[in-house]
């Protein structure tokens, strides 16, 4: 007993401390900041096209997943759903979105682009992509796409939906 | 000058479109999801222990990187100043931090965790500890070490101050 005791490895520990693993090492720590100082950015330059960060999610998601529903929309754009509420709309009142009955069920309304939204997010693209460049500058295209399959796991592993 | 167009290829092109990269493919959009439910599930386990997420993480920081100014807790903790501010009183009534005037600049206080703090922080961090490991579930710590590596080099390439 005495001799499992001595040869305690690390992986027996119940845990490593922050101290150990490092602070800029710690991977939430690190996404925290990257996404603090993205979203800052984002709603900076936004402010000067008059849209929101979560309009901008939104309509973002809406172009290339359309026909989704509320709930699924407000996940996606990690937003409150009463927040998500009212964003459709402002959306809607700007004739940027509009929402149909899902024809296997009436109950469920789906949210599409309009062509007016369409427009708007190919204006407020741009400013996105700059941003996404940003973040990747001086990182080779194979180590990025091993950098994204690896966040691809961790949502897999932190997600409550399955979508 | 028309064959240069015929032969433009996408890497002349002024930009991808969200679509032609994929959502999903897309870090900004998978680390806001991450870090999302990350948060959420922080807030979640603290409100039973009655810490904030402000607080934990303010407490954390200071327990590897102790003397910081509250400018630099600030970013650390991803919060504006007037929260921090807030923040250290709350910690401060609560006998978890001191401050201390810089020996070699006295106009400046640094902040340090007290015995207390550190016991608090003890008391936490198994929480944070869990939202880690599930993070990191199924990634073996080769592939874990380069996906850090690669945050390191995005944080350096979105960040504004030298920290």
Do not use: H
């Not at 900076?44 to 989704?68: E, Q, Y």
């Amino acid at each position: 007993m005495s001799d499992a005791a001595e040869n305690e490895t690390p992986q027996d520990a119940p845990y490593e401390t922050l101290g150990e693993i490092g602070l800029n090492n710690f991977a939430p720590y690190l996404m925290n900041r990257i996404m603090g100082r993205y979203n800052a950015d984002m709603q900076g330059a936004l402010k000067d096209m008059n849209l929101s960060t979560v309009k901008m999610r939104t309509l973002s998601i809406l172009a290339v997943v359309p026909g989704l529903t509320i709930n699924e929309l407000a996940v996606y754009a990690v937003t409150e759903q009463s927040t998500m509420s009212r964003t459709l709309e402002a959306l809607e009142s700007a004739g940027f979105v509009r929402r149909t009955e899902r024809a296997s069920d009436g109950r469920v309304r789906e949210i599409y682009l309009t062509d007016e939204g369409r427009v708007e997010i190919d204006r407020v693209w741009p400013v996105m992509w700059n941003g996404y460049q940003s973040m990747r500058e001086g990182i080779d295209p194979a180590e990025w796409q091993q950098f994204v399959s690896i966040l691809q796991r961790v949502l897999r592993n932190v997600r409550q939906n399955e979508f």
